[in-house]
T-cell receptor, first 118, second 115 residues
Framework: DAGITQSPRHKVTETGTPVTLRCHQT?????MYWYRQDPGHGLRLIHY???????DKGEVSDGYSVSRSKTEDFLLTLESATSSQTSVYFC?????????????????FGPGTRLTVL | AQTVTQSQPEMSVQEAETVTLSCTYD???????LFWYKQPPSRQMILVIR??????QNATENRFSVNFQKAAKSFSLKISDSQLGDAAMYFC????????????FGTGTRLKVLA
């Protein structure tokens, strides 16, 4: 299993409060992603990173920001949480075809974080 | 923009039987990767199988195989000798061979395995 952890695993918060989710990897993979999973929508990309301090928006980025100051950590921040952001959040990593290792260009996922915004 | 469509929200299969899950995609690119992921009740996303579009041979992994029809933009997953542990959500995903490293997922198919 790829070394990916997410913290916290569960969180309940109130509308309007800031929330930060952390993704940590031990694989030294270049690419990191944040998704949200909602019934009927599958996995939707929020933001992704293609290197330290290099990030880009996904299809549902409004209300979210990210930061990546180290290869191993990718933070997702909800500046002011809303009930519509209640979801399960997954972090994922991948590496390019040019890198050494096992199956390349494949995403590996963390265990997920269930966030409830009341 | 690329899209991935899974038109079967839910399917059932009898234990030991074979089931096929459908996936179609839309792209103007000629090189790309396709994946099937499994998500059991534990919520962990598990890679089942991957296919490179430039390979004509269909990928297989034990009881799992794909039927990759590039011209039809179809990528179905066949599960043989279904087991109770195969019950899960299955997601089809696409990734361009070049350019951005974004992955596009379908909405998933929930597979039930009947004893």
């Amino acid at each position: 299993d790829a070394g990916i952890t997410q913290s916290p695993r569960h969180k309940v918060t109130e509308t309007g409060t800031p929330v930060t989710l952390r993704c940590h990897q031990t694989e030294n993979h270049r690419y990191m992603y944040w998704y949200r999973q909602d019934p009927g929508h599958g996995l939707r990309l929020i933001h992704y990173s293609y290197g330290v301090k290099d990030t880009d928006k996904g299809e549902v980025s409004d209300g979210y920001s990210v930061s990546r100051s180290k290869t191993e950590d990718f933070l997702l921040t909800l500046e002011s949480a809303t009930s519509s952001q209640t979801s399960v959040y997954f972090c994922a990593i991948s590496e390019s075809q040019l890198a050494a290792g096992g199956p390349l260009d494949t995403q590996y996922f963390g265990p997920g974080t269930r966030l409830t915004v009341l | 923009a690329q899209t991935v469509t899974q038109s079967q929200p839910e399917m059932s299969v009898q234990e030991a039987e074979t089931v096929t899950l459908s996936c179609t995609y839309d792209t103007s690119e000629s090189d790309y990767y396709l994946f099937w992921y499994k998500q059991p009740p534990s919520r962990q996303m598990i890679l089942v199988i991957r296919q490179e579009a430039y390979k004509q041979q269909n990928a297989t992994e034990n009881r799992f195989s794909v039927n990759f029809q590039k011209a039809a933009k179809s990528f179905s997953l066949k599960i043989s000798d279904s087991q109770l542990g195969d019950a899960a959500m299955y997601f089809c995903a696409y990734r361009s061979f070049s350019g951005t490293y974004k992955y596009i997922f379908g909405t998933g198919t929930r597979l039930k395995v009947l004893a």
